[in-house]
């Protein structure tokens, strides 16, 4: 929902641009390190929204910054999170970003395969250093959510499986630079049901005890991200139930004491806080349709054309809503699905009005291309 000053505002400004509400951002900040308590360290996922102003605060709350490039390990040490916070994942490392996150002494790699504990055990002996390693397991429970953002199954590339084990401690034995100090689960993103991290709990139990047995008693366990949000209800779901979220490890996660638990969380953190503001460039009337053509498209925000994400869409400059008609909302660009919504809901709609595109904070700017040889799309605070 936006204030009348803040409508006012827009209008002066150039369209499409990204919103951020710090202000709501700084909510969400409390209210997760709050449900988190003491006992839960969470890192947050710069690859939903890496922005040097949405991550000032993020380190003013204290969280880590769990990665997955060079670069974002660079971004994140630029912005103030302290090195020992910073996690580096990611299938393909290469060998410049192992080098980097090495010289600079970051917490931990999550890492995915035996060949790549090769490598970073190779780079780090050359630099004399020992790396801190958690493996990346692949523990195989069913995220329910879109195929495409689902990590946490045997036919994902992600993660080490469990039949692989005993040769990673058998390699590890041998590897004189890595020192293996905790163990990695990610099972996807976006997941609306709970009962999903209670599993990947019940599986984490499990492999625990298997590493344990086998002597290995690591600092800590990685729970990963993946909090879903309410898309369909942006301002009445603007912050998460992260209490319900840590009550399912409160209840179900058993570990020793000594050893800590962290998460990754990036959606759930950042995604409510951002719009994409856009104006309506034509209206266009076909034969069952009504088109109603924005100036931003799949460029500015690819979700709904790659996962057929639902993001809310108001028209923010008609407040008269006594009369609506049904929108097929779409983007400038050459490709049929450049569609942000089909039969939308709005108030009839002229060219110049304001459109609003909700939840974007998460994975919008952050994927956003130049392809058309787009402007690219501005952050405004
Ligand atoms: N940790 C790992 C290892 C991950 O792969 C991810 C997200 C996260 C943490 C953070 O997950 P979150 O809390 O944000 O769900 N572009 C897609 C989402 C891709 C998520 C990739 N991994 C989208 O727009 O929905």
């Known amino acids: 929902m936006f204030s009348l000053q803040q409508k006012e505002y827009f209008k002066s400004l150039e369209t499409p641009f990204y919103y951020y509400d710090l202000e709501l951002l700084k909510n969400t900040l409390l209210a997760v390190k709050q449900a988190a308590g003491s006992a839960y360290h969470v890192h947050y996922a710069l690859k939903a929204n ?16 769990d990665c997955v490039s060079g670069n974002e390990v660079k971004r994140a040490l630029e912005c103030g999170f302290t090195h020992e916070k910073i996690v580096f994942a990611g299938v393909g490392k290469s060998d410049k970003e192992i080098a980097y996150a090495l010289d600079h002494d970051i917490f931990c790699f999550n890492v995915e395969s035996i060949p790549e504990l090769e490598v970073i055990d190779l780079i780090a002996a050359s630099k004399n250093k020992k790396a801190h390693i958690a493996l990346r397991i692949n523990p195989n429970v069913d995220a329910h959510t879109h195929k495409y953002i689902t990590t946490g199954l ?8 469990p039949y692989e084990f005993d040769q990673v401690l058998d390699k590890l034995g041998s590897l004189k630079n890595c020192r293996l100090i905790g163990l990695h689960f990610h099972i996807g993103s976006q997941i609306q049901d709970l009962n999903a991290f209670k599993n990947l709990c019940l599986r984490v139990n499990e492999i625990n005890q298997w590493f ?3 002597g290995y008693l690591l600092d800590h366990i990685n729970l990963g991200g993946g909090l879903g949000i309410n898309y369909q209800e942006p301002d009445t779901a603007a912050i998460v139930d992260f209490e319900s979220y840590f009550s399912i490890f409160r209840n179900f996660l058993q570990l020793p004491l000594q050893q800590q638990v962290h998460f ?11 719009s994409l503001i856009s104006r309506v460039l034509y209206i266009k009337h076909g034969i069952n349709t009504h088109f109603a053509i924005l100036d931003a498209g799949m460029t500015e925000l690819i979700r709904p054309a790659l996962y057929q994400a639902y993001h809310k869409i108001e028209n923010i400059s008609q407040s008269d809503s006594s009369l609506t008609m049904r929108y097929d909302v779409v983007g400038p660009i050459c490709e049929s699905s450049d569609c942000f919504g089909k039969a939308v809901e709005l108030p009839e709609t002229k060219r110049g009005d304001l459109i609003a595109i909700r939840s974007a904070g998460a994975y919008g700017e952050v994927m956003s291309n130049r ?4 402007e690219g799309v501005q952050s405004v605070f």
């Open 154 to 161: 045997e036919e994902n590339k992600f993660g080490i499986n």
């Open 264 to 274: 990754e969380l990036g959606r759930s953190i950042s995604a409510q806080c951002g």
């Open 212 to 214: 344990i047995h086998k």
């Open 50 to 65: 890496a922005h040097p102003t949405l991550l000032a605060p993020i380190v003013e709350a204290g969280l880590g910054a």
């Open 371 to 374: 392809y058309n040889l787009r």
